[in-house]
Every structure is written in C-alpha cells, then in structure tokens.
C-alpha cells in the first residue's frame, strides 16, 4: 500500500513537472526564445481569430461586413481586456510564489483566479448585453453596417464565459513557465475557427453573425481543451465544486497586480475605439479602413507583444527568487529580439502597404483610406518593442500601477488629443488619426524608461523577497 502510495505521488510530481517550468536557470536568451516562441505563436492564432472574420466577410460581404465586425469586435475587445489584465495579474503573482517556492500561495492564487473570473463572466455578459445598443449608438455607426455589428456583437457576447476561460487557464499554464500548451490548444480552435468561418459566412450566407458564432465556437473547444488537460495531469484544482474556493487574501493580491494592468488595457483600447469612432463619422470606407489597419496591425506588433509578455512571466519568477541580475538581462536581450523582428516587420510594410491590405478587400475607396492610415501608423512598429519590454519588466516585477500610468497617460494625453487635433481639427485625415500612435507609443516609452532608471522596479511587492 505504501509502494503504490509512493508510486501515485512520483507520477503526479512527474506530470506536475510537465507543466512547471523553471525560468530562474539556465542561458537567458535560450530561455525567453523558447518560452517566447510558443507564446508568439499562440498570440499570431487567437488573432486569426478575428482576421479570419474580417478576411472572409470583408470577400464574401463587403466594407459593409468588415466595418460591422470592426465595430462588434472592438466593444467585445474592450471588454476581454479588462479580464486579460485580471489573467496577465493571475500570471505573474502565480510565477513569483513558483519563483519563491511558496506552493500554497500559489495553489490558492489559482483556485481564487479561476472563481472569480467564472463570476465575473456572467456578470459581464449581462451588463453587456443590456448596452450592447447605447454603446453602438455611441460609436456613431454607420446606418449601413449597424445590423452587421449587432448581429456580431449578440453572438460574441453569449461566448463570455469561454473568453474568460481560457484567458485564465493560458494565464495559469504561463504563470508556471509552460507557453506550449495554450499554443497547442488554440491552434486546433483557430483550424475550426477558419473552417466554420467559410461554412456559415461563406456557404450558408449568415454574415457576420457566421463570424461570430465561429469564433465562438472555436473559444469553447480552446477552453475545454485546456480543462481537459489540466484534469489529465492532476492539476490542484480538479474541476470539482469543492474547489472553487475564494481566498480573500490572495484575491487583493491578484487584484493589487491585475487591475491597474485592466484600466491601462481598457483605457488603451478605449482611445483606439475614440479613432474608430472619429473614421466612423469621415463615412463607411474610413471605417472600414480603420478596421482593416487595425487587424494587420494584430499581426505587426505580435512580436512586441509575446516578446513582452515573455520578458513578463520570465521577470516575474526571477523576482521571487530574488535574482535582479538575471530579471534585467531577460529585458535586454527581450528588446533586441522584439525589435529585430518588429525592424523587418516595419520595412516590408513601407514597402508593400497597398498589396498587403487588398487581402482584406479590393474595394479602392477603402484601399486608400488605409494605405493613407498606415503610412503614418508604421512608426509605431518600431517603437513599441521598448514600450511592450520595459512594461514587461516592470510588470513581472509587481509594479503594475507604474505601468499603468504611463499607458494611461499615453491614451488620455497624448493619443486621443493627437487624434482629434490632427484627424479633425487640422482635417489631415486618416493620415493624422494614423500619427496618433506613434507619438502616444513614445511617450509611454521614454516614462518607463525614466522608471527603470530610478531602480525603483527592484522593490519585490508581492513575495516580499
């Protein structure tokens, strides 16, 4: 009976070492390409997700179709971050308890994360629902695509609770150094996703409702692809009722991290839904343009994004087990990674605008509208590698409100300003409201360089290490 007692806990400690993946060893370089390879693919899927809508509604339905699930699409983002910035909370407290060896915190950090966002996504869904029409009307969209972008946003609402899930377990599986996993999962959804993309807007006509209810479908199976997983390795939280449990001390902590990275996400995200809504009353081509820019821009700065968010979880356990030394080589070796492929990424854009957005649409007015957008918006491409590092940095380190700030700043101060004094008032277009970003990105950039400069960032606020 012993034997097979000791047997049982070897094997657990075997799949438990599966997933935990220890990022305080080994070469740096060697360990962020690794962690952040999985996790820059992961991020390149879950944003086919909606590229794949607006490339096969953009070619089955028009600027009217891509203008809707823009729309639709932007509310829904809104809203998905907030919960993102809740898991990126989830994925750095759960790393610097891995990082410092403290296995309950750890333990009772998961089992709070998962219970709240649970709650909280049947809250949203509610709440959203019932706005879904004032928040549209407030967007000024256009009479011609307001159905379209009704019809999207209705479906993707009523899939919250798979958004919500999934965030929180790839945050989890992050959190404990493991990127391959969500990668894995997500892309078996994205194949689905493109496949009933064609069935229902392609085939059976249902336009961007077809879209919507794709992405939600794919959602679901990345969700219960990773519950599934998890019960497999015997993960400490078994699905079971008994372990939804709510620890209200771990709960301020993940809040302390995850809000102000939620405020900063809604607040970013809310300025770009600011230059949505000023292209939207230039007309439905401006509109559709933006939307267009706005999801090759998706893929543009994916590097920068996974590449951060790597440099994040890798920070994070490094701070908990009190290795400074190690926590700054991950950003630097983060930022030249980042952006020598945003370099490369910058270039072929200046070079071949037009080509690359007449995928998502032939029609010339809305062509033109978006080269005259991208021209402009480019820059942020190689900007934003030390924004999305030194946020990763500071970030992993605990100092989430910091970083907040300075994205707050960027979007209230500078982004929505700019947009509206050079898309507006100077009347320079799309090609002003494309200026917008670059010069927010920058000034984000050089306030958390000035950050990091002070050493402040070595403070650990979470283990107390």
């Known amino acids: ?13 075997i799949k438990k070492s599966t997933v935990e993946k220890k990022l305080t060893e080994g070469s740096v370089a060697k360990q962020l390409i690794l962690f952040a390879l999985p996790f820059m693919l992961s991020n390149l899927i879950q944003t086919l997700y909606n590229v794949a809508d607006m490339l096969i509604v953009g070619n089955f339905v028009g600027p009217v179709g891509v203008s809707g699930v823009n729309i639709g699409g932007q509310v829904t983002f809104i809203m998905t971050n907030i919960i993102i910035g809740i898991s990126v909370g989830g994925t750095v407290v759960i790393a610097q308890y891995l990082g410092s060896g403290d296995r309950k915190g750890m333990n009772e950090t998961i089992k709070t994360l998962i219970t709240f966002l649970l709650a909280a996504s049947i809250v949203f869904t509610v709440v959203m629902t019932l706005l879904a029409d ?14 379209q972008a009704r019809d999207y946003l209705n479906v993707t609402l009523s899939g ?14 992050r959190g404990l150094g493991d990127s391959k996993r969500p990668l894995v999962f997500v892309a078996v959804a994205c194949i689905i996703n493109v496949f009933l993309d064609l069935l229902f807007v392609g085939l059976w006509g249902m336009e961007s409702m077809g879209a919507a209810l794709a992405t ?4 679901a199976i990345s969700m219960i692809s990773c519950i599934v997983y998890l019960k497999r390795i015997n993960f400490e939280f078994d699905f079971r009722l008994s372990s939804f449990k709510f620890y209200k001390n771990r709960f301020a902590v993940l809040m302390q991290v995850g809000i102000p990275i939620s405020i900063q996400n809604v607040i970013v995200n809310f ?29 543009a700065i994916l590097p920068a994004i996974a590449v951060g968010s790597s440099v994040s979880a890798m920070v994070a356990q490094n701070i908990g ?13 983060g930022f030249t990674l980042a952006f020598s492929i945003s370099l490369v990424v910058f270039v072929i854009t200046r070079l071949f605008p037009e ?3 007449s995928m998502f649409g032939d029609d010339p007015d809305m ?3 978006a080269v005259e957008y991208l021209d402009t918006f480019t820059f942020d491409y190689i900007i934003v590698p030390a924004t999305f590092c030194l946020n990763g940095l500071i970030t992993g380190a605990g100092h989430t409100i910091v970083s907040s700030i300075g994205g707050i700043m960027s979007s209230v101060g500078f982004r929505i300003p700019l947009a509206v004094l050079f898309g507006v008032i100077l009347d320079k277009g799309m090609w002003g409201l494309g200026l917008a970003a670059p010069s927010a990105s920058l000034a984000t950039a050089v306030a958390l360089f000035i950050y990091y400069l002070s050493g402040k960032w070595k403070r650990n606020r979470i283990t107390g290490r």
Not at 135 to 144: A, G, R
Not at 216 to 219: D, G, K, R
Not at 271 to 286: D, E, H, K, Q, Y
């Open 1 to 13: 009976m012993e034997k097979d007692t000791k047997t049982i806990t070897m094997k657990q400690e």
């Open 134 to 147: 004032t928040v549209l009307h407030l967007m000024q969209t256009p009479e011609e695509s307001y159905r």
């Open 160 to 173: 919250t609770v798979f958004i919500f899930g999934y965030n929180a377990f790839a945050a989890i599986l």
């Open 216 to 219: 939600v479908i794919s959602q």
């Open 271 to 299: 300025s770009f839904l600011v230059l949505t809504t000023i292209a939207n009353g230039m007309g439905l081509s401006a509109s559709a343009a933006i939307g267009i820019v706005g999801k090759y821009n998706g893929f």
């Open 321 to 333: 087990a009190g290795m400074i030394d190690r926590a700054k080589k991950t950003f630097y070796v």
């Open 355 to 357: 080509q690359i957005l």
């Open 367 to 369: 062509l033109a509208a």
